[in-house]
């Protein structure tokens, strides 16, 4: 299969197949971690369904060379992985720092490339360290300063074996469900100019790091960020529903891409924005990450368009996530037609399905195979 995709993307262009962590959710605490916005969350009666903390996680820190042998023995050439912000800077700021957790991503990058596994940094996977949040998170214009000193401070140390960086991953996430929902840290249900704002600093964020990696890399760098985009899948191949889909698309992504790639906001957008800030924010990105998991489907209607709803009985993941291969497709197709990206990275895609261990103690994953199948097939 490498071999078939290679003949797609050129022969000069390795085709990366890896595997892809946050760090909190893998990493386990250590000594001089400062407390983030995760852990405060995590701690709340009832934000976690299970009540569980990430204080060991899959202990990560101390196993990953184990870890990097899975991947090897998987026989997988890239690992996407992030940066804990309060590991390296316990409190977000340029006057904390932790030697040791700036040491331990130096270790870990060495160790995969040992492997000959190609490292993929991705510098904000929503762990904000909670000092700043107690200054106002991403609400508070300076919070995408402290990003940007951050980010610094990882490019002087580990630029040097990183040639793939991600600076902020799903930040519409970071919004929606943590800002919005009330479901992720911080956990807060903000009104609509609350949310623009954030969304803004969040963007502003971006543009910052991806110009401070440019300047501080001391290797040729590739850098983008990670959106999670709305995905609108025709109904049917009809003009109609075709069309439906793509005013669908447009107005459910413009707020995140149109700053992106245009510079501007959809109008009604409220947040202050400060001269210079959508230069920033629209600097030209090697390539943009696409994470795909699932799509919605839409059809036309006399009054403009509808969605559809998937009906009882419809294959979902045990996320409830319906399993929809064609989103690869139409997110793939979307993207490039509207924004035309330098290039597009499919930087997650993937399943949740039980693991049921057979008589000899191993997991068989047929449905993990299957939807991997067919949602790389719907890239080709």
Request: overall charge negative.
């Amino acid at each position: 299969m490498e071999e078939k995709m290679k003949t797609k993307v050129g022969a000069s262009t390795p085709f990366l197949w890896g595997a892809a962590t946050s760090a909190y959710q893998i990493e386990g605490a250590a000594e001089g971690r400062g407390e983030s916005i995760w852990d405060r969350f995590s701690g709340r009666p009832g934000a976690i369904l299970d009540g569980s903390r990430a204080t060991t996680a899959c202990d990560h820190l101390t196993r990953f060379r184990e870890d990097v042998a899975l991947l090897s023995d998987l026989g997988l050439n890239a690992y996407r992985f992030s940066v804990s912000w309060p590991r390296i800077q316990p409190d977000g700021t340029a006057r904390s720092k932790n030697p040791p957790g700036l040491a331990f991503y130096d270790r870990l990058l060495d160790e995969l490339l040992s492997h000959k596994i190609t490292p993929l940094l991705t510098l904000y996977h929503w762990e904000l360290p909670q000092f700043l949040e107690d200054r106002g998170g991403w609400k508070n214009r300076d919070t995408a300063l402290r990003f940007q000193e951050f980010t610094s401070v990882v490019a002087r140390a580990l630029s040097d074996r990183v040639h793939h960086w991600i600076t902020i991953n799903e930040p519409r996430v970071v919004v929606e469900l943590g800002y919005r929902d009330g479901i992720h840290a911080p956990g807060f249900q903000e009104k609509p100019g609350v949310l623009h704002q954030v969304a803004h600093h969040l963007l502003l964020a971006h543009g910052l790091a991806l110009s401070t990696v440019r300047q501080e890399s001391r290797a040729p760098a590739r850098i983008g960020l990670a959106d999670n985009p709305a995905i609108t899948i025709p109904y049917t191949s009809s003009a109609e529903d075709t069309a439906s889909a793509e005013v669908a698309w447009r107005e459910e992504n413009a707020l995140w891409l149109g700053p992106l790639f245009r510079g501007q906001y959809p109008e009604g957008q409220q947040a202050n924005i400060s001269p210079g800030d959508m230069k920033t924010i629209s600097t030209p990105m090697d390539f943009l990450g696409l994470n795909v998991y699932h799509g919605v489907r839409v059809r036309a209607t006399p009054l403009g368009g509808e969605t559809v709803p998937f009906q009882p009985g419809f294959p979902l993941t045990t996320m409830g996530w319906p399993v929809v291969p064609e989103c690869v497709y139409h997110g793939l197709m979307a993207l490039h037609k509207e924004y035309r990206p330098l290039s597009i990275l499919i930087s997650e895609t993937g399943c949740a399905f039980p693991d049921r261990l057979d008589e000899r103690g191993q997991v068989h994953d047929p449905e993990r195979l299957a939807f991997l199948h067919s949602y790389l097939e719907q890239a080709f």
